[in-house]
Protein backbone atom coordinates (compact mmCIF):
# COMPACT_ATOMS: atom_id res chain seq x y z
CA UNK A 1 0.00 0.00 0.00
CA UNK A 2 1.74 3.47 -1.03
CA UNK A 3 1.70 5.87 1.64
CA UNK A 4 -1.04 8.53 2.09
CA UNK A 5 0.35 11.98 1.71
CA UNK A 6 1.62 13.81 4.81
CA UNK A 7 1.03 17.02 5.79
CA UNK A 8 4.30 19.07 6.62
CA UNK A 9 4.79 22.62 8.30
CA UNK A 10 7.05 25.09 6.73
CA UNK A 11 10.08 23.76 9.56
CA UNK A 12 9.56 20.31 8.47
CA UNK A 13 10.19 21.06 4.57
CA UNK A 14 13.43 23.30 5.77
CA UNK A 15 14.91 20.50 8.11
CA UNK A 16 14.17 17.95 5.24
CA UNK A 17 16.16 20.48 2.67
CA UNK A 18 19.10 20.31 5.11
CA UNK A 19 19.00 16.54 5.56
CA UNK A 20 19.08 15.71 2.32
CA UNK A 21 22.29 18.35 1.75
CA UNK A 22 23.98 16.57 4.58
CA UNK A 23 23.37 13.18 2.75
CA UNK A 24 24.63 14.44 -0.45
CA UNK A 25 21.54 16.05 -2.24
CA UNK A 26 22.78 19.34 -3.05
CA UNK A 27 20.16 22.36 -2.59
CA UNK A 28 20.82 23.08 -6.55
CA UNK A 29 19.95 19.52 -7.35
CA UNK A 30 16.38 19.79 -5.14
CA UNK A 31 15.57 23.12 -6.63
CA UNK A 32 15.97 21.39 -10.18
CA UNK A 33 14.09 18.19 -9.15
CA UNK A 34 11.42 20.63 -7.54
CA UNK A 35 11.18 23.06 -10.90
CA UNK A 36 11.44 20.27 -13.28
CA UNK A 37 8.21 18.40 -11.64
CA UNK A 38 6.23 21.75 -11.31
CA UNK A 39 6.90 22.38 -15.06
CA UNK A 40 5.55 18.83 -16.16
CA UNK A 41 2.60 19.26 -13.83
CA UNK A 42 1.61 22.72 -15.20
CA UNK A 43 2.42 20.77 -18.71
CA UNK A 44 -0.32 17.96 -17.54
CA UNK A 45 -2.19 20.95 -16.01
CA UNK A 46 -2.56 22.20 -19.43
CA UNK A 47 -2.33 19.99 -22.09
CA UNK A 48 0.51 21.41 -23.86
CA UNK A 49 2.09 24.57 -23.93
CA UNK A 50 3.56 25.28 -26.54
CA UNK A 51 2.86 28.84 -27.76
CA UNK A 52 1.88 29.78 -24.26
CA UNK A 53 2.72 32.85 -23.04
CA UNK A 54 3.99 32.34 -19.47
CA UNK A 55 5.57 34.87 -17.13
CA UNK A 56 7.23 33.89 -13.85
CA UNK A 57 7.00 36.72 -10.92
CA UNK A 58 9.90 35.46 -8.78
CA UNK A 59 11.38 36.70 -5.42
CA UNK A 60 15.44 35.82 -5.19
CA UNK A 61 15.40 33.03 -2.80
CA UNK A 62 14.02 29.38 -3.64
CA UNK A 63 10.72 30.02 -3.85
CA UNK A 64 11.88 32.00 -7.17
CA UNK A 65 14.59 29.12 -8.19
CA UNK A 66 12.04 27.05 -8.80
CA UNK A 67 10.01 28.88 -10.51
CA UNK A 68 12.63 29.78 -12.87
CA UNK A 69 13.60 25.98 -12.84
CA UNK A 70 9.94 24.98 -13.98
CA UNK A 71 9.85 28.42 -16.27
CA UNK A 72 13.04 27.44 -18.35
CA UNK A 73 11.77 24.29 -18.75
CA UNK A 74 8.48 25.02 -20.05
CA UNK A 75 10.41 27.68 -22.86
CA UNK A 76 12.32 24.66 -23.74
CA UNK A 77 8.81 22.93 -24.23
CA UNK A 78 7.77 24.87 -26.70
CA UNK A 79 6.20 28.05 -24.44
CA UNK A 80 6.99 31.38 -24.64
CA UNK A 81 8.87 32.90 -21.65
CA UNK A 82 9.34 35.88 -19.81
CA UNK A 83 10.73 36.26 -16.30
CA UNK A 84 10.55 39.32 -13.19
CA UNK A 85 13.14 38.91 -10.74
CA UNK A 86 12.75 40.63 -7.62
CA UNK A 87 15.70 41.92 -6.82
CA UNK A 88 19.50 39.50 -7.29
CA UNK A 89 18.71 35.89 -6.48
CA UNK A 90 20.96 33.79 -4.52
CA UNK A 91 21.83 30.74 -3.61
CA UNK A 92 21.24 28.00 -5.60
CA UNK A 93 18.31 30.36 -6.87
CA UNK A 94 21.22 32.92 -8.92
CA UNK A 95 22.43 29.41 -10.48
CA UNK A 96 18.94 28.58 -11.97
CA UNK A 97 19.00 32.57 -13.25
CA UNK A 98 22.10 31.58 -15.13
CA UNK A 99 20.75 28.67 -16.64
CA UNK A 100 17.37 30.51 -17.85
CA UNK A 101 19.89 33.50 -18.43
CA UNK A 102 21.62 30.94 -20.94
CA UNK A 103 18.72 29.32 -22.24
CA UNK A 104 16.69 32.53 -23.03
CA UNK A 105 18.70 35.73 -23.37
CA UNK A 106 17.35 38.97 -22.55
CA UNK A 107 13.63 37.62 -21.42
CA UNK A 108 14.44 38.22 -17.85
CA UNK A 109 14.64 41.59 -16.22
CA UNK A 110 15.95 42.06 -12.35
CA UNK A 111 13.88 44.84 -10.54
CA UNK A 112 14.65 46.65 -7.62
CA UNK A 113 12.44 48.93 -6.56
CA UNK A 114 8.34 49.13 -6.99
CA UNK A 115 8.79 51.87 -9.42
CA UNK A 116 10.69 49.60 -11.51
CA UNK A 117 7.93 46.80 -11.15
CA UNK A 118 5.45 49.44 -11.58
CA UNK A 119 6.76 50.72 -15.27
CA UNK A 120 6.45 47.11 -16.47
CA UNK A 121 2.59 46.74 -17.81
CA UNK A 122 3.51 45.37 -20.98
CA UNK A 123 4.98 42.30 -19.21
CA UNK A 124 1.63 41.92 -17.57
CA UNK A 125 -0.49 42.48 -20.62
CA UNK A 126 1.68 39.79 -22.69
CA UNK A 127 1.38 37.17 -20.53
CA UNK A 128 -1.58 34.40 -20.01
CA UNK A 129 -0.16 32.46 -17.33
CA UNK A 130 1.79 34.22 -13.83
CA UNK A 131 4.25 31.80 -11.95
CA UNK A 132 3.74 33.17 -8.53
CA UNK A 133 7.31 32.35 -7.18
CA UNK A 134 7.36 35.40 -5.33
CA UNK A 135 7.29 34.04 -1.45
CA UNK A 136 7.66 30.75 -0.12
CA UNK A 137 7.15 28.48 2.55
CA UNK A 138 10.07 30.68 4.77
CA UNK A 139 6.93 33.79 5.31
CA UNK A 140 5.80 34.63 8.34
CA UNK A 141 3.59 37.56 8.72
CA UNK A 142 2.48 40.39 5.97
CA UNK A 143 4.23 40.45 3.14
CA UNK A 144 6.67 43.50 2.88
CA UNK A 145 8.10 46.04 0.14
CA UNK A 146 8.85 44.73 -3.22
CA UNK A 147 7.29 41.42 -2.53
CA UNK A 148 3.76 42.80 -1.22
CA UNK A 149 4.00 45.18 -4.68
CA UNK A 150 4.45 42.12 -6.69
CA UNK A 151 1.02 40.20 -4.95
CA UNK A 152 -1.02 43.50 -5.03
CA UNK A 153 -0.09 43.58 -8.78
CA UNK A 154 -1.13 40.19 -9.15
CA UNK A 155 -4.35 41.27 -7.80
CA UNK A 156 -5.63 42.55 -11.32
CA UNK A 157 -4.17 39.89 -13.24
CA UNK A 158 -6.97 38.52 -15.57
CA UNK A 159 -5.47 35.43 -16.77
CA UNK A 160 -4.19 32.14 -15.00
CA UNK A 161 -1.88 32.17 -12.06
CA UNK A 162 0.22 29.39 -10.94
CA UNK A 163 1.43 29.17 -7.32
CA UNK A 164 4.61 27.50 -6.59
CA UNK A 165 4.39 25.68 -3.20
CA UNK A 166 1.63 28.34 -1.85
CA UNK A 167 0.59 31.65 -2.88
CA UNK A 168 2.56 34.24 -1.86
CA UNK A 169 1.38 36.25 1.52
CA UNK A 170 -0.21 32.86 2.71
CA UNK A 171 1.87 31.64 5.80
CA UNK A 172 2.47 27.96 5.33
CA UNK A 173 1.73 26.77 8.80
CA UNK A 174 -1.83 28.09 9.24
CA UNK A 175 -5.37 28.70 7.14
CA UNK A 176 -5.17 32.10 7.99
CA UNK A 177 -4.47 35.31 5.48
CA UNK A 178 -1.70 37.60 7.26
CA UNK A 179 -2.18 40.28 4.55
CA UNK A 180 -2.29 40.62 0.87
CA UNK A 181 -1.80 37.53 -0.97
CA UNK A 182 -2.39 35.92 -4.28
CA UNK A 183 -5.01 33.96 -5.62
CA UNK A 184 -4.22 31.01 -7.36
CA UNK A 185 -5.98 29.00 -9.84
CA UNK A 186 -3.55 26.26 -9.93
CA UNK A 187 -1.15 25.55 -7.07
CA UNK A 188 1.82 23.28 -6.63
CA UNK A 189 2.72 22.04 -3.17
CA UNK A 190 6.70 20.76 -3.37
CA UNK A 191 7.37 17.93 -1.83
CA UNK A 192 4.40 17.91 0.83
CA UNK A 193 0.83 19.72 1.42
CA UNK A 194 1.16 22.01 4.15
CA UNK A 195 -1.65 22.96 6.29
CA UNK A 196 -2.37 26.39 3.88
CA UNK A 197 -2.73 24.18 1.09
CA UNK A 198 -6.62 22.19 3.38
CA UNK A 199 -7.60 24.93 6.11
CA UNK A 200 -9.49 28.11 5.04
CA UNK A 201 -9.52 30.65 4.56
CA UNK A 202 -5.87 30.41 2.77
CA UNK A 203 -7.12 27.18 1.27
CA UNK A 204 -9.73 29.05 -0.85
CA UNK A 205 -6.75 30.93 -2.05
CA UNK A 206 -4.98 28.01 -3.79
CA UNK A 207 -7.39 26.81 -6.26
CA UNK A 208 -6.71 23.14 -7.40
CA UNK A 209 -3.48 21.73 -5.14
CA UNK A 210 -1.39 19.39 -6.96
CA UNK A 211 1.54 17.98 -4.71
CA UNK A 212 5.14 17.88 -7.01
CA UNK A 213 7.37 14.86 -5.62
CA UNK A 214 10.95 16.24 -4.41
CA UNK A 215 13.57 14.05 -4.84
CA UNK A 216 14.99 14.17 -1.07
CA UNK A 217 16.84 10.69 0.18
CA UNK A 218 14.49 8.43 1.81
CA UNK A 219 16.32 8.41 4.77
CA UNK A 220 15.41 12.53 4.81
CA UNK A 221 12.02 11.70 5.89
CA UNK A 222 13.22 10.34 8.78
CA UNK A 223 14.09 13.23 10.00
CA UNK A 224 10.18 15.10 10.42
CA UNK A 225 7.23 13.45 11.62
CA UNK A 226 4.36 14.97 9.26
CA UNK A 227 1.48 17.21 11.09
CA UNK A 228 -0.89 14.79 9.58
CA UNK A 229 -1.71 11.95 6.82
CA UNK A 230 -4.71 12.51 3.97
CA UNK A 231 -6.79 9.75 4.03
CA UNK A 232 -7.19 7.63 0.84
CA UNK A 233 -9.17 5.01 -0.60
CA UNK A 234 -6.29 2.89 -0.13
CA UNK A 235 -5.46 3.45 3.71
CA UNK A 236 -9.32 3.29 3.99
CA UNK A 237 -9.80 -0.03 2.89
CA UNK A 238 -7.14 -1.38 4.79
CA UNK A 239 -8.75 -0.07 8.03
CA UNK A 240 -11.66 -2.39 6.83
CA UNK A 241 -11.93 -6.01 8.84
CA UNK A 242 -12.74 -9.01 7.28
CA UNK A 243 -16.81 -9.89 7.11
CA UNK A 244 -16.44 -13.71 8.48
CA UNK A 245 -18.10 -16.12 6.05
CA UNK A 246 -20.27 -17.45 8.98
CA UNK A 247 -21.15 -14.55 10.93
CA UNK A 248 -24.14 -13.29 12.77
CA UNK A 249 -25.75 -10.34 13.90
CA UNK A 250 -24.13 -11.11 17.17
CA UNK A 251 -20.49 -11.04 15.62
CA UNK A 252 -20.70 -7.52 14.73
CA UNK A 253 -21.71 -5.92 17.15
CA UNK A 254 -23.74 -3.94 19.21
CA UNK A 255 -24.66 0.03 19.58
CA UNK A 256 -27.16 2.00 21.94
CA UNK A 257 -28.38 4.92 20.23
CA UNK A 258 -29.26 7.82 22.91
CA UNK A 259 -31.03 10.42 20.87
CA UNK A 260 -34.02 12.49 19.96
CA UNK A 261 -36.50 14.25 21.45
CA UNK A 262 -39.91 16.18 20.06
CA UNK A 263 -39.21 17.94 16.95
CA UNK A 264 -36.36 15.95 16.63
CA UNK A 265 -37.52 12.58 16.40
CA UNK A 266 -35.67 12.85 12.82
CA UNK A 267 -31.90 12.99 14.47
CA UNK A 268 -32.34 9.69 16.26
CA UNK A 269 -33.19 7.56 13.41
CA UNK A 270 -30.81 8.85 10.93
CA UNK A 271 -28.15 8.06 13.87
CA UNK A 272 -29.46 4.96 14.23
CA UNK A 273 -29.54 3.55 10.17
CA UNK A 274 -26.24 5.22 10.30
CA UNK A 275 -25.07 2.80 12.61
CA UNK A 276 -26.87 -0.21 10.89
CA UNK A 277 -24.81 1.51 7.71
CA UNK A 278 -21.87 1.07 9.26
CA UNK A 279 -22.30 -2.60 9.78
CA UNK A 280 -23.44 -3.43 13.52
CA UNK A 281 -25.32 -6.28 13.74
CA UNK A 282 -27.39 -4.93 15.95
CA UNK A 283 -29.19 -1.31 17.02
CA UNK A 284 -31.00 -0.13 20.05
CA UNK A 285 -32.28 3.15 20.02
CA UNK A 286 -33.71 5.32 23.79
CA UNK A 287 -35.80 8.29 22.92
CA UNK A 288 -38.23 10.24 24.82
CA UNK A 289 -41.23 8.46 25.44
CA UNK A 290 -43.21 10.92 23.43
CA UNK A 291 -41.16 10.38 19.88
CA UNK A 292 -41.15 6.42 20.92
CA UNK A 293 -43.68 5.86 17.93
CA UNK A 294 -42.21 8.38 15.46
CA UNK A 295 -38.86 7.05 15.76
CA UNK A 296 -39.79 3.15 15.88
CA UNK A 297 -41.73 3.94 12.87
CA UNK A 298 -38.80 5.73 11.03
CA UNK A 299 -36.30 2.67 11.25
CA UNK A 300 -37.77 -0.44 11.39
CA UNK A 301 -34.51 -2.44 11.86
CA UNK A 302 -33.39 -1.04 14.98
CA UNK A 303 -35.00 -2.54 18.55
CA UNK A 304 -36.62 1.12 20.16
CA UNK A 305 -36.70 1.49 23.48
CA UNK A 306 -39.17 4.47 25.09
CA UNK A 307 -37.31 6.60 27.75
CA UNK A 308 -38.84 8.57 30.55
CA UNK A 309 -39.43 12.20 29.02
CA UNK A 310 -40.04 15.27 31.03
CA UNK A 311 -42.71 18.17 30.23
CA UNK A 312 -40.80 20.15 27.04
CA UNK A 313 -40.40 16.36 25.11
CA UNK A 314 -36.67 15.64 26.12
CA UNK A 315 -35.30 12.98 28.88
CA UNK A 316 -35.93 13.78 32.32
CA UNK A 317 -33.64 12.73 34.74
CA UNK A 318 -34.59 9.56 35.78
CA UNK A 319 -33.54 8.50 32.23
CA UNK A 320 -30.08 8.33 33.12
CA UNK A 321 -31.04 4.84 34.92
CA UNK A 322 -32.78 3.48 31.90
CA UNK A 323 -29.99 4.71 29.58
CA UNK A 324 -27.03 2.76 32.09
CA UNK A 325 -29.14 -0.10 31.81
CA UNK A 326 -29.18 -0.48 28.01
CA UNK A 327 -26.10 0.34 27.98
CA UNK A 328 -25.06 -3.13 29.28
CA UNK A 329 -23.92 -5.76 27.07
CA UNK A 330 -23.49 -2.74 24.19
CA UNK A 331 -20.56 -2.86 22.33
CA UNK A 332 -20.82 0.81 21.63
CA UNK A 333 -23.01 4.36 22.68
CA UNK A 334 -23.57 6.91 20.54
CA UNK A 335 -25.52 9.93 22.16
CA UNK A 336 -26.24 13.52 21.29
CA UNK A 337 -28.03 13.70 17.92
CA UNK A 338 -31.16 15.59 18.62
CA UNK A 339 -31.29 15.25 22.49
CA UNK A 340 -32.13 18.74 23.28
CA UNK A 341 -30.28 20.79 26.08
CA UNK A 342 -32.49 20.17 28.81
CA UNK A 343 -31.34 19.14 32.60
CA UNK A 344 -32.20 15.85 32.00
CA UNK A 345 -30.81 15.52 28.82
CA UNK A 346 -27.51 16.60 30.57
CA UNK A 347 -27.64 14.05 33.06
CA UNK A 348 -27.95 11.34 30.68
CA UNK A 349 -24.89 12.65 29.35
CA UNK A 350 -23.33 13.19 32.75
CA UNK A 351 -24.18 9.47 33.44
CA UNK A 352 -22.51 7.77 30.11
CA UNK A 353 -19.30 9.77 30.76
CA UNK A 354 -18.81 8.92 34.34
CA UNK A 355 -20.26 5.74 34.86
CA UNK A 356 -17.09 4.68 32.80
CA UNK A 357 -19.15 3.35 29.72
CA UNK A 358 -16.82 1.36 27.97
CA UNK A 359 -17.11 3.23 24.13
CA UNK A 360 -18.76 6.50 23.99
CA UNK A 361 -19.77 8.16 20.86
CA UNK A 362 -20.82 11.41 21.70
CA UNK A 363 -22.00 14.70 19.09
CA UNK A 364 -24.34 17.46 18.85
CA UNK A 365 -26.65 18.42 22.05
CA UNK A 366 -23.97 15.90 24.21
CA UNK A 367 -21.56 18.04 23.05
CA UNK A 368 -23.58 21.02 24.73
CA UNK A 369 -23.83 19.30 28.18
CA UNK A 370 -20.12 18.52 28.00
CA UNK A 371 -19.51 22.47 27.62
CA UNK A 372 -21.33 23.39 30.36
CA UNK A 373 -19.59 21.07 32.62
CA UNK A 374 -16.08 20.75 30.77
CA UNK A 375 -14.54 19.53 33.35
CA UNK A 376 -15.89 15.97 32.88
CA UNK A 377 -13.37 15.41 29.71
CA UNK A 378 -10.97 16.08 32.13
CA UNK A 379 -11.94 12.70 34.77
CA UNK A 380 -11.16 9.20 33.98
CA UNK A 381 -13.55 7.59 31.29
CA UNK A 382 -13.71 4.40 28.99
CA UNK A 383 -12.55 5.03 25.40
CA UNK A 384 -13.89 8.63 23.77
CA UNK A 385 -15.39 9.71 20.03
CA UNK A 386 -16.45 13.26 20.06
CA UNK A 387 -17.53 14.68 16.62
CA UNK A 388 -18.01 18.76 17.04
CA UNK A 389 -18.19 21.01 14.30
CA UNK A 390 -15.93 24.32 14.64
CA UNK A 391 -19.37 26.17 16.52
CA UNK A 392 -19.54 23.05 18.88
CA UNK A 393 -16.02 22.83 19.43
CA UNK A 394 -15.28 26.32 20.15
CA UNK A 395 -17.98 26.13 22.94
CA UNK A 396 -16.15 23.58 24.68
CA UNK A 397 -12.55 25.85 24.57
CA UNK A 398 -13.98 28.88 24.98
CA UNK A 399 -13.09 30.51 21.86
CA UNK A 400 -14.90 31.30 18.20
CA UNK A 401 -15.27 29.13 15.42
CA UNK A 402 -13.62 32.13 13.29
CA UNK A 403 -10.18 31.29 15.73
CA UNK A 404 -10.79 27.68 15.47
CA UNK A 405 -10.34 26.90 11.85
CA UNK A 406 -7.58 28.21 10.56
CA UNK A 407 -5.52 26.19 12.82
CA UNK A 408 -7.70 23.00 13.02
CA UNK A 409 -4.71 20.44 13.35
CA UNK A 410 -3.34 21.96 16.05
CA UNK A 411 -5.87 22.17 18.05
CA UNK A 412 -7.67 19.03 17.39
CA UNK A 413 -4.16 17.12 18.23
CA UNK A 414 -3.83 19.54 21.88
CA UNK A 415 -7.34 18.42 23.11
CA UNK A 416 -7.54 15.11 22.09
CA UNK A 417 -4.67 14.52 24.13
CA UNK A 418 -5.42 16.46 26.89
CA UNK A 419 -9.00 14.89 27.03
CA UNK A 420 -7.96 11.37 26.30
CA UNK A 421 -10.40 11.20 22.86
CA UNK A 422 -10.46 11.04 19.74
CA UNK A 423 -11.29 14.12 18.33
CA UNK A 424 -13.10 14.80 15.13
CA UNK A 425 -13.02 18.23 14.17
CA UNK A 426 -15.39 18.53 11.65
CA UNK A 427 -14.75 19.92 8.61
CA UNK A 428 -13.63 20.66 5.63
CA UNK A 429 -11.35 19.44 5.81
CA UNK A 430 -12.00 17.10 9.25
CA UNK A 431 -9.39 16.55 11.16
CA UNK A 432 -9.34 13.06 13.22
CA UNK A 433 -6.62 13.44 15.89
CA UNK A 434 -6.20 10.33 18.67
CA UNK A 435 -4.64 10.98 22.38
CA UNK A 436 -1.40 9.33 21.33
CA UNK A 437 -0.65 12.61 18.53
CA UNK A 438 -2.12 10.47 15.44
CA UNK A 439 -3.95 12.56 12.96
CA UNK A 440 -5.33 12.18 9.80
CA UNK A 441 -7.58 15.09 7.31
CA UNK A 442 -10.05 14.36 5.50
CA UNK A 443 -10.62 15.76 1.98
CA UNK A 444 -13.88 14.06 0.57
CA UNK A 445 -16.94 15.20 0.70
CA UNK A 446 -18.75 18.94 -0.74
CA UNK A 447 -21.72 21.27 0.60
CA UNK A 448 -24.13 18.01 -0.11
CA UNK A 449 -23.13 17.45 3.53
CA UNK A 450 -24.37 20.84 4.50
CA UNK A 451 -27.95 19.67 5.51
CA UNK A 452 -29.00 19.64 9.45
CA UNK A 453 -28.96 15.34 9.66
CA UNK A 454 -25.62 14.95 7.86
CA UNK A 455 -23.78 15.17 11.24
CA UNK A 456 -26.20 12.73 13.29
CA UNK A 457 -25.71 9.93 10.09
CA UNK A 458 -21.56 10.44 10.38
CA UNK A 459 -22.04 9.80 14.33
CA UNK A 460 -23.80 6.74 13.93
CA UNK A 461 -21.89 5.31 11.09
CA UNK A 462 -18.49 5.85 13.29
CA UNK A 463 -20.29 3.78 16.12
CA UNK A 464 -21.07 1.17 14.08
CA UNK A 465 -17.57 1.02 12.39
CA UNK A 466 -16.67 1.09 16.04
CA UNK A 467 -18.71 -1.75 17.11
CA UNK A 468 -17.56 -3.97 14.28
CA UNK A 469 -14.19 -4.33 15.92
CA UNK A 470 -12.20 -1.51 14.03
CA UNK A 471 -9.78 0.43 16.92
CA UNK A 472 -11.60 4.16 17.49
CA UNK A 473 -9.56 6.62 15.38
CA UNK A 474 -9.43 4.18 12.18
CA UNK A 475 -13.32 3.99 12.97
CA UNK A 476 -13.21 7.47 13.20
CA UNK A 477 -11.30 7.85 10.03
CA UNK A 478 -13.12 5.39 8.29
CA UNK A 479 -16.59 7.11 8.88
CA UNK A 480 -15.79 10.57 8.11
CA UNK A 481 -13.59 9.54 4.87
CA UNK A 482 -17.32 7.28 3.89
CA UNK A 483 -20.19 9.72 4.82
CA UNK A 484 -17.85 12.18 2.50
CA UNK A 485 -17.29 10.32 -0.60
CA UNK A 486 -21.01 8.94 -0.54
CA UNK A 487 -21.94 12.91 -0.95
CA UNK A 488 -19.28 12.93 -3.37
CA UNK A 489 -20.92 9.79 -5.22
CA UNK A 490 -24.52 11.41 -5.16
CA UNK A 491 -23.37 14.65 -6.65
CA UNK A 492 -21.99 13.22 -9.73
CA UNK A 493 -25.61 13.31 -11.11
CA UNK A 494 -27.08 15.46 -8.68
CA UNK A 495 -27.25 19.20 -7.46
CA UNK A 496 -25.63 19.46 -3.60
CA UNK A 497 -27.72 21.62 -3.06
CA UNK A 498 -30.52 18.86 -3.04
CA UNK A 499 -28.93 15.99 -1.81
CA UNK A 500 -30.26 14.89 1.79
CA UNK A 501 -28.62 12.89 4.34
CA UNK A 502 -31.13 9.94 3.86
CA UNK A 503 -29.89 9.69 0.52
CA UNK A 504 -25.80 9.79 2.00
CA UNK A 505 -26.98 6.72 3.89
CA UNK A 506 -27.96 5.19 0.68
CA UNK A 507 -24.69 5.52 -0.89
CA UNK A 508 -23.17 4.54 1.87
CA UNK A 509 -22.81 0.72 0.32
CA UNK A 510 -21.61 1.58 -3.07
CA UNK A 511 -18.33 3.65 -0.80
CA UNK A 512 -17.54 0.56 1.18
CA UNK A 513 -18.37 -1.68 -1.95
CA UNK A 514 -15.33 -0.12 -3.79
CA UNK A 515 -13.30 0.25 -0.28
CA UNK A 516 -13.44 -3.75 -0.08
CA UNK A 517 -12.38 -3.99 -3.89
CA UNK A 518 -9.25 -2.03 -2.36
CA UNK A 519 -8.29 -4.04 0.27
CA UNK A 520 -8.52 -7.22 -1.51
CA UNK A 521 -6.23 -6.29 -4.38
CA UNK A 522 -3.97 -5.23 -1.46
CA UNK A 523 -3.31 -9.12 -0.80
Known sequence: MRAMLPVLSGKDIRALDKKAEEL????LL????????????????????????ILALCGKGGNGGDALCALRYLGLWGAEVRAVVLGDPVGPAAEEYRAFC????????????EAELAALPELFSWAEIVLDGILGVGTSGPAKGLARAAIELLADFPGLVVAIDLPSGLSADTGKIPGPAVRAHLTLAMGALKPCHLLPPAAELCGEVRTVAVAYPPAAWHEVSPLGLVLDDEACGKFLPPRPAFGHKGTFGRVLVVAGAVGMAGAAA?????ALRGGAGLVHVLTPEPVFPIVAGLIPEALVH?????????????????????????????????????????????ALLTEKTEKLVLDADALFSLAQEEKLLRRKHGELILTPHPGEFARLVGTSAEEIVPEKIRWAKEKAAEWK??????GPPTVIASPDGSVF?????????????SGDVLAGLIAGLWAGGIPALNAAALGVFVHGRAAEILTLENS?????PSEILSAIPTVFFQLERFRHAAF
Open 24 to 27: GVSS
Open 30 to 53: LMESAGRGAAEEIRRWLSDVRGRR
Open 102 to 113: ASFPGRVQVVES
Open 270 to 274: LCAEG
Open 306 to 350: PGPAGSDGTFSPEAAEEALRLAQGMDVIVAGPGLGRSPGSAEVVR
Open 421 to 426: AVVVLK
Open 441 to 453: LNTTGNTALAHGG
Open 496 to 500: ARAVL
